[in-house]
Antibody, heavy 120, light 110 residues
Framework: QITLKESGPTLVKPTQTLTLTCTFS??????????VGWIRQPPGKALEWLAL???????RYSPSLKSRLTITKDTSKNQVVLTMTNMDPVDTATYYC????????????WGQGTLVTVSS | QSALTQPASVSGSPGQSITISCTGT?????????VSWYQQHPGKAPKLMIY???KRPSGVSNRFSGSKSGNTASLTISGLQAEDEADYYC??????????FGGGTKVTVL
């Protein structure tokens, strides 16, 4: 059974760096083709894809946010970490991590999400 | 990469069929048969309903179906039920391992 869970601060100040951790179980990020992505959703607004890391450490980012994002994986801990620099109130959102099945182009399992508020 | 275009809202009576459109470009929807649809109830995480344009994951009702023509994908819900009331998002692969989501559609069961 695949599960994912996001963790991190609920409140960050403008200009700070956000660090979120996705802890997962039921699969290995060292298995060929597996990926873990991050998607966010501002309150009352649409989903937005942010980043994805593959089993082979290949990393992909949203073109519009690429300069602010870093995604890393720790296979031994079953964790994926997303950092976002220079946080702004418009970055207030629920941040989700999600599993990408090998050879697929969709996200089949999602975490419950974690709400991050950016405010001074 | 611009968000895919979905109608803000669609409504229907129980038992009716509704269709939600999702319009992109030749760089995303039109360029790949990798459109997926997600259902999201308030306060919940998105749930995969359709993948690869028209395939249903195990456990998803066959009342949900997907299709695509050119740069527009569609999700049809037949035999509308109260439990189908939710937000629906389309998502397309956009090349180079990037994805783009739609703006979301609120489905109301009258």
């Amino acid at each position: 059974q695949i599960t994912l869970k996001e963790s991190g601060p609920t409140l960050v100040k403008p200009t700070q760096t956000l660090t979120l951790t996705c802890t997962f179980s039921g699969f290995s990020l060292s298995a060929t083709g597996v990926g873990v992505g991050w998607i966010r959703q501002p309150p009352g607004k649409a989903l937005e894809w942010l980043a994805l890391v593959y089993w082979d450490d290949d990393k992909r980012y949203s073109p519009s946010l690429k300069s602010r994002l870093t995604i890393t994986k720790d296979t031994s801990k079953n964790q994926v970490v997303l950092t976002m620099t220079n946080m702004d109130p418009v970055d207030t959102a629920t941040y989700y991590c999600a599993h990408r099945l090998p050879g697929s182009w969709y996200f089949d399992y999602w975490g419950q999400g974690t709400l991050v508020t950016v405010s001074s | 990469q611009s968000a895919l275009t979905q109608p803000a809202s669609v409504s229907g009576s129980p038992g009716q069929s509704i269709t939600i459109s999702c319009t992109g470009t030749s760089s995303d929807v039109g360029g790949y048969n990798y459109v997926s649809w997600y259902q999201q109830h308030p306060g919940k995480a998105p749930k995969l309903m359709i993948y690869d344009v028209s395939k249903r994951p195990s456990g998803v009702s066959n009342r949900f179906s997907g299709s695509k023509s050119g740069n527009t994908a569609s999700l049809t819900i037949s035999g509308l039920q109260a439990e189908d009331e939710a937000d629906y998002y389309c998502c397309s692969y956009a090349g180079s391992s990037t994805w783009v989501f739609g703006g979301g559609t609120k489905v109301t069961v009258l």
